[in-house]
């Protein structure tokens, strides 16, 4: 079973950032953080992880909470092609990606 | 270009056919991975080879069998197939095995049991 906790969809507007939550209380220390997307009628593609500290790429920024608990996906600017499920998935020593419902996100142009 | 790639796209196909999905990566990557996704959405590891070596084989009926002729292929087999069975299946890639390794996923098979 999937051990983190998202919404089940999420709304935003175009050109505006979006934050998408999620809850892992029960990470272990050497879990990673890692998000997914998956755009409609297409395989899951990378977004981001991290360990403990907050992490920015060109696709998004990942603020992790300080006792690891939570973490927060940051889209800085939401395009209509950023419309997917995105998923937030923690990886532990057995390096699997156990995928939850993730969060539907739908951009309002 | 394609990174992971799928063959064939769609299949359709009677109970009871054995069919095969195969799968390529052109990134040098060592290990490969076939997921499947159901109709509620749910994505599920089945299998992954690193090194051609099965490391990771969850609760799959032993009418799947994966096969990874070089470390840049890995088939997926299926013997006797149900309407259950039907779902898209993907195939995915990495470098090495850890929790800092990222997957790269192919385009999909999608499969229909009539």
């Known amino acids: 079973d999937a051990k983190t906790t998202q919404p089940n969809s999420m709304e935003s507007n175009e050109e505006e950032p979006v934050h998408l939550p999620c809850n892992h209380s029960t990470i272990s220390g050497t879990d990673y953080i890692h998000w997914y997307r998956q755009l409609p009628s297409q395989g899951p593609e990378y977004v981001i992880h991290g360990l403990t500290s907050n992490v920015n790429n060109r696709m998004a920024s990942l603020a992790i909470a300080e006792d690891r608990k939570s973490s927060t996906l940051i889209l800085h600017r939401a395009t209509l092609r950023d419309a997917a499920v995105y998923y937030c998935?923690?990886?532990?020593?057995?390096?699997?990606?156990?995928f939850g419902s993730g969060t539907r996100l739908l951009v309002r142009p | 270009d394609t990174a992971v790639s799928q063959t064939p796209k769609y299949l359709v196909t009677q109970m009871g056919n054995d069919k095969s999905i195969k799968c390529e990566q052109n990134l040098g990557h060592d290990t490969m991975y076939w997921y499947k996704q159901d109709s509620k959405k749910f994505l599920k590891i089945m299998f992954s080879?690193?090194?051609?070596?099965?490391?990771i084989n969850e609760t799959v009926p032993n009418r799947f069998s994966p096969k990874s002729p070089d470390k840049a292929h890995l088939n997926l087999h299926i013997n006797s197939l149900e309407l259950g069975d039907s779902a898209v299946y993907f195939c995915a890639s990495s470098q090495g095995t850890s929790g800092t390794k990222t997957q790269y996923f192919g385009p999909g098979t999608r499969l229909l049991v009539l």
């Open positions: 080879y690193n090194n051609k070596e099965l490391i």
């Open positions: 998935i923690l990886v532990d020593s057995s390096y699997k990606l156990i």
